[in-house]
């Protein structure tokens, strides 16, 4: 069976495998088959790349493991690395494919001393999870319109100021009541659990929080402390964990009924319903608007589907040699109306010089001339020029012309006509 192994696979080549392939395969069994743990180690080697992101070795007597520190993660450590620091990782396996290496991606990096606190962190939460304590089944559900919160806190910490601010920008109409107590050191968690059991005794509240903001594992310490604990989870009334930031994790929010990544988000988690139901409230004195753009709304959402529809009906391919052909035709349609233009108005052209040619306006335009000078010799010849020029005809009774003195008799009466006008006179 082992030669048949080692053999040369040339009657099934399927069976051979590229280095991409095989290093694929590899990476898929690593970081399928092997989870994400804690490595406790020395830094060496240690690299911070102008993208942020921090290379390092952890190694020990025996062995080296290597690492990298994305960006993303590096800006949330609080710990300091330097080569020969003594630290406990915490992340998951992982192979870089171009190397043929695996490496350690680190979400978590403690000083070692840190990290004896992180496993007792881990003893207690185990214990108390075989208890049963984390039972998602023993969890009360949030009201989702408290009337009165009661927040267990500093009263002089941040994280109370940033958790007023937000009820108040977000228009919460409900009583908040901060219960003041310590949130970091020495007896810190004897004074939080007297305050939970304040808010029950006192019987006004519909929520309790119990948060500070974040800060290394020796100062949310207080919140894993198990007294505390066991009263976050024996508490009659709903209970919202909100300590540290995203990345903090202590027992008390496995033991309450909601954890809230920081006091900010259990703000926005308790005024979650109270901002939505103004909004249906606004919604609804809009009227006949929102029926009017619902309808629009709809209608946008059926063309928008028929338009996906017709889309999918209609082969991409095919409709672009169709829009191809359509473009190719129109351009051929442009250049024949074009040219077919072009044809007329040469013709229109021709049309026009022959019809100037055959045009009587040039021989009007001489005839008048002509009859203007015409007209002109006329009123030159005309007896009316002859009188204007200081001349007078002489007409007998009669109106006859008398052109000569022979014909003009002594005491006749004759009219002279001036260019003005006539005057009779008598022939002496």
């Known amino acids: 069976m082992a030669k048949d192994a080692l053999s040369l696979p040339s009657d099934d080549p399927g069976r051979v495998e590229t280095v991409s392939e095989f290093t694929r395969r590899v990476k898929a069994l690593l970081e399928a088959g092997i989870r994400p743990g804690w490595v406790r180690g020395e830094v060496s080697n240690l690299r911070a790349q102008a993208s942020g992101h921090v290379y390092f ?75 049963g304590l984390f039972d ?8 989702a319109m408290p009337a009165t919160v009661g927040f267990i806190t500093s009263p002089t ?34 004074e939080m659990s007297a305050m939970l059991q304040l808010a029950v005794a006192l019987g006004i509240f519909d929520l309790l929080v119990i948060g500070r903001g974040g800060g290394s594992l020796e ?27 995203e990345i903090d994790f202590t027992l008390c929010d496995f033991a309450a009924d909601v954890r809230a990544e920081t006091p900010s988000a259990a703000a926005e988690l308790i005024s979650s319903n109270f901002v939505a139901c103004l909004e249906r409230a606004a919604r609804a004195a809009e009227g006949m608007d929102e029926a009017l753009e619902h ?30 052909r359509l473009d190719d035709v129109s351009n051929r349609a442009a250049a024949a109306v074009r040219a077919a233009v072009q044809v007329q108005r040469q013709g229109f052209t021709t049309l026009a010089g022959r019809y100037r040619a055959c045009s009587p306006e040039p021989r009007i335009i001489l005839e008048s001339h002509r009859l203007l000078a015409l007209w002109k010799r006329l009123q030159a010849a005309s007896p009316r020029s002859v009188l204007h020029r200081g001349f007078v005809i002489v007409r007998d009774e009669h109106g006859r012309p008398v052109p000569r003195r022979a014909a003009v008799k002594s005491g006749q009466r004759l009219a002279n006509e001036f260019a003005d006008g006539s005057v009779t006179v008598r022939a002496e």
Request: charged share 25%; with cysteine.
């Open 295 to 324: 309808t629009l709304g709809r209608a946008r959402e059926r063309l928008d589907h028929a338009r996906s529809r017709l889309r999918l009906l209609s082969p991409q391919a095919l409709v672009e040699q169709n829009h191809l």
């Open 57 to 131: 070795s952890l190694k020990d007597a025996g062995a080296q493991l290597a690492c990298v520190l994305f960006r993303g993660d590096a800006m949330r450590q609080s710990t300091a690395l330097r080569d020969g620091l003594q630290v406990l990782a915490c992340g998951e396996i992982s192979v870089y494919e171009q190397r043929g290496q695996y490496q350690l991606i680190v979400r978590l990096v403690l000083e070692d001393g840190v990290g004896r606190l992180q496993q007792e962190f881990e003893r207690l939460k185990q214990r108390l999870a075989d208890e």
């Open 157 to 190: 910490g941040a994280a109370v100021q940033d958790f007023i601010r937000i009820l108040q920008r977000r228009g919460w109409r409900g009583r908040l009541v901060v219960l003041p107590a310590r949130v970091q050191g020495e007896g810190a968690a004897t």
């Open 136 to 143: 998602t089944a023993r969890k009360m559900t949030i009201p």
């Open 219 to 245: 100062d949310l310490w207080a919140f894993n402390e198990e007294p505390l604990v066991r009263a976050v989870a024996a508490c009659p009334l709903p209970v919202i964990s909100a300590v540290g930031h």
